[in-house]
């Protein structure tokens, strides 16, 4: 069956550091994957996009890279803030799926301390 | 507001009884998704609506959850005779289109209704 995962389930790093978050998938091609930052409480907030034709997509301190061979993607913070701290999800839709199907995983809690 | 809409934001009830979750969607929306997340998860599909239609509800768990949106806009999602296993937070997003491969794919996540089933 379809898979994605995020292995970390926390990452704890010094401000100004850059954070690296990780989401994997097996057993299916996505057609692209998107991460999200969760707050408590909150829904999820969408952040970037890469599609599977990109290598890497960048927004601000932000970059995620998408690599099919590993079918992995990475996500990055760079000068990290405290304020960056939150859950930060992947999702992925495969491709021929039902176009708004999306599956997630279960989210990286990334703390920030300054 | 702009955004998604979601009531109640929290909801608790005694196991058997039926719960009904609105979702209002961001004006000019067609695309309506209803998500569940339980504690320490990611959100879980549940159903996509196109327009009035659902064009997936593969991931709704047994016939004890439906959902409708006869006009296009605002949902409800049914839940009967509830279990303590549906517990959760039921989020609902919508999108411009649900054509994703046109655009950035981004949902707009509503804040969640908690359900509780004591």
């Known amino acids: 069956s379809q898979k994605i995962e995020q292995n970390s389930e926390a990452l704890n790093i010094q401000e100004g550091k850059t954070a690296t978050l990780t989401c994997n998938y097996t057993?299916?091609?996505?057609?692209?994957l998107q991460w999200y930052r969760q707050d408590p409480g909150r829904g999820p907030v969408f952040l970037l996009l890469i599609r599977e034709n990109e290598k890497e997509k960048r927004k601000e301190r932000l970059k995620v890279t998408f690599d099919t061979t590993l079918k992995q993607s990475l996500f990055h913070i760079t000068a990290s803030q405290p304020a960056d701290s939150a859950t930060y999800l992947c999702?992925?839709?495969?491709?021929?799926?039902?176009?708004?199907?999306?599956?997630f995983g279960r989210g990286t809690q990334l703390t920030v301390w300054p | 507001g702009a955004g998604v809409s979601q009531t109640p934001s929290n909801k608790v009830t005694e196991k058997g009884k039926y719960v009904e979750l609105r979702c209002d969607p961001i004006?000019?929306?067609?695309?309506l998704y209803w998500y569940r997340q339980s504690l320490g998860q990611g959100p879980e599909f549940l159903i996509y609506?196109?327009?009035?239609?659902?064009?997936?509800d593969s991931g709704l768990p047994n016939d004890r959850f439906f959902a409708v949106r006869p006009e296009g806009s605002v949902s409800t999602l049914k839940i009967q005779r509830t279990e303590r296993g549906d517990s959760a937070v039921y989020l609902c997003a919508s999108s411009f289109s649900g054509l994703a491969d046109l655009n950035t794919g981004e949902l707009f996540f509503g804040e969640g209704s908690r359900l509780t089933v004591l």
């Open positions: 609506f196109q327009g009035t239609g659902a064009a997936d």
């Open positions: 057993n299916y091609s996505p057609a692209y």
């Open positions: 999702a992925s839709r495969a491709r021929g799926s039902t176009l708004g199907r999306l599956y």
């Open positions: 004006s000019g929306h067609t695309a």
